[in-house]
């Protein structure tokens, strides 16, 4: 049971122009949201984040965007750049009543192509 | 500035070896994680440790082992390969109440 899903495997952009990215999720304890990005040989590094509390968050050309009625995440960038391409995962956690430990249930990525 | 550091960072094995994949990271984190990533996955996880002295099963723990050696090293154990196994492994650490990861840059592993 996949309770993190990205459904999109690809996505293919033109340099300048808006990226987004979804992200759906369906275990209601989650409180926490992260994305990730990850180029060919290299371990995921932490790009942005957002609390349940938040509906937006927002860093430089990415923003990150939570629809807790929807079970809904999406990432935004803007403007779309070449070094941009790579896998991004979203994940979540659920931190209520400490015991999560810091476990994050990870989707199954989007491969991003930005063209110049 | 380590970080994270994984070992080996590709391995061929045959059906029914063991091995131990390592990890050691040098940020005084406190919790530390196994994951797999597979196509059409993502990253799932295998075993964590949420402090030193303490080991628990995650998502798909069956057929690995762990030790959490030290509050820096935390290896897993592959005692009997299987094809099955192949993938890619990632060991990834955090401090307590941040709750972003660092990851280290990955094993390749095939077992044939």
């Known amino acids: 049971d996949q309770q993190v899903k990205q459904n999109s495997p690809s996505l293919s952009v033109q340099e300048g122009r808006i990226s987004i990215l979804n992200c759906d999720y369906t275990n209601s304890m989650f409180d926490y949201f992260l994305w990730y990005k990850k180029y060919p040989a290299e371990g995921p590094t932490f790009l942005i984040s957002i609390s349940s509390i938040k509906d937006k968050n927002e860093d430089g050309r990415f923003t990150v965007f939570l629809n807790k009625s929807a079970k809904h995440l999406s990432l935004h960038i803007v403007p779309s750049q070449p070094g941009d391409s790579a896998v991004y995962f979203c994940?979540?956690?659920?931190?209520?009543?400490?015991?999560?430990?810091?476990?994050?249930?990870f989707g199954q990525g989007t491969i991003l192509t930005v063209h110049p | 500035n380590a970080g994270v550091t994984q070992t080996p960072k590709f391995q061929v094995l045959k059906t029914g070896q063991s091995m131990t994949l390592q990890c050691a990271q040098d940020?005084?984190?406190?919790?530390m994680y196994w994951y797999r990533q597979d196509p059409g996955m993502g990253l799932r996880l295998i075993y964590y440790s949420a402090s030193e002295g303490t080991t628990d099963k995650g998502e798909v723990p069956n057929g690995y082992n762990v030790s959490r050696l030290n509050k820096r090293e935390f290896s897993l154990r592959l005692e009997s390969a299987a094809p099955s196994q192949t993938s890619v492994y990632f060991c990834?650490?955090?401090?307590?109440?941040?709750?972003?990861?660092?990851f280290g840059s990955g094993t390749r592993l095939t077992v044939v």
């Open positions: 994940a979540a956690s659920a931190v209520a009543g400490g015991t999560s430990y810091g476990k994050l249930t």
């Open positions: 990834a650490s955090r401090v307590t109440g941040i709750h972003g990861y660092t």
């Open positions: 940020m005084n984190h406190n919790s």
